[in-house]
């Protein structure tokens, strides 16, 4: 039943967002629901220490240029960790944009014991999964002290809590979408992420600096449905958009026929 937890959690955490009465939790999820802080800027002073063991920031990453797809986890997590993690890089894989050119990643450790040794081996099999060039250039794994690992959490909104029987962290399935400042722009749930779902979240988080065009018309058909936790399609923004087009054909046309009746 332990080995089920982690799924039970991933499927529980939106709904533990939306309600959190300590009443209605079961115990083995008390303190690991989800707050969402949509807006706030993240502590960019944090201190954490990269795969290479290197001393980093979190601003390092939010610099103001590109958007930050940020993960919270721990590396020897048997199960859950590795499901969202595998989901991010299935929905990356079908994307044209690459991490440290149109976006940061960052994946931090909630468990203070993990070193980068083991964060660098982590990295190692998830680049190779992902199969992209050079994303190791945007793609960092961090660990950190407790200290900066639980500031961080607060300020996201993510409970965890360490269950000392199973010698597990008892956490929810989340991704977190940051502007390139450091704003929390937008919630991502679940042990599966569709491409369009990321390049939508992405596309919002940047600001309209990363994607195309069409990216960014398309952001004008989806909204973020807080009840489904995924971009839908936005009924009044294709009306609109459509009443937009519709002009602008018979504009067109009108226009055609205009300078055909003068040539004639």
């Given at each position: 039943?332990?080995?089920l937890?982690?799924?039970l959690?991933?499927?529980?955490?939106p709904?533990?967002?939306?309600?959190?009465?300590?009443?209605?939790?079961?115990?083995?999820?008390?303190g690991?629901?989800?707050?969402e802080?949509?807006?706030?800027?993240?502590?960019?002073?944090?201190?954490?220490?990269?795969?290479?063991?290197?001393?980093?920031?979190?601003g390092?990453?939010?610099?103001?240029?590109?958007p930050?797809?940020?993960?919270?986890?721990?590396?020897?997590?048997?199960m859950?960790?590795s499901?969202?993690?595998n989901?991010?890089?299935?929905?990356?894989?079908?994307?044209?944009?690459?991490?440290?050119?149109?976006f940061e990643m960052?994946?931090?450790?909630?468990?203070?014991?993990?070193?980068?040794?083991?964060?660098?081996a982590?990295?190692?099999?998830?680049?190779?999964?992902?199969?992209?060039?050079?994303a190791?250039?945007?793609?960092?794994?961090?660990?950190g002290?407790?200290?900066?690992?639980?500031?961080?959490?607060?300020?996201v909104?993510f409970?965890?809590?360490?269950?000392?029987?199973?010698?597990?962290?008892?956490?929810?399935?989340?991704v977190?979408?940051?502007?390139?400042?450091?704003?929390?722009?937008?919630?991502?749930y679940?042990?599966?992420f569709?491409?369009k779902?990321?390049?939508?979240?992405?596309?919002?988080?940047g600001?309209g600096?990363v994607?195309?065009?069409?990216?960014?018309?398309?952001?004008?058909?989806?909204?973020?449905?807080?009840?489904?936790?995924?971009?839908?399609?936005?009924?009044?923004?294709?009306?609109r958009?459509?009443?937009?087009?519709?002009?602008?054909?018979?504009g067109?046309?009108?226009?055609?026929?205009?300078?055909?009746?003068?040539?004639?």
């Open positions: 039943m332990h080995r937890l982690p799924i959690l991933a499927v529980a955490a709904l533990l967002a939306r309600d959190a009465r300590a009443e209605d939790t079961p115990y083995q999820l008390e690991v629901e989800v707050v802080h949509l807006g706030e800027t993240v502590p960019l002073d944090l201190q954490f220490t990269d795969e290479l063991g290197r001393a980093v920031r979190l390092d990453y939010a610099t103001g240029e590109r930050v797809l940020l993960m919270l986890g721990y590396y020897n997590c048997p859950l960790c499901l969202v993690l989901a991010v890089v299935e929905g990356l894989k079908p994307l044209d944009w690459q991490p440290g050119v149109d960052v994946t931090v450790s909630i468990d203070p014991t993990e070193k980068p040794e083991l964060a660098r982590k990295k190692a099999n998830y680049l190779e999964a992902l199969g992209k060039p050079n190791g250039d945007g793609w960092h794994f961090l660990t002290e407790h200290a900066s690992i639980k500031r961080l959490a607060e300020a909104g409970g965890y809590r360490y269950d000392p029987r199973q010698m597990q962290y008892a956490h929810g399935a989340v977190f979408l940051l502007s390139p400042q450091g704003k929390i722009t937008r919630y991502l679940g042990i599966e569709e491409p779902q990321l390049r939508l979240g992405l596309t919002e988080a600001e600096k994607g195309t065009a069409i990216d960014r018309f398309l952001l004008r058909c989806f909204h973020y449905d807080p009840d489904s936790r995924k971009y839908g399609v936005y009924v009044w923004g294709v009306m958009t459509g009443g937009v087009l519709t002009v602008l054909l018979l067109g046309l009108l226009l055609y026929f205009w300078r055909r009746e003068r040539r004639a």
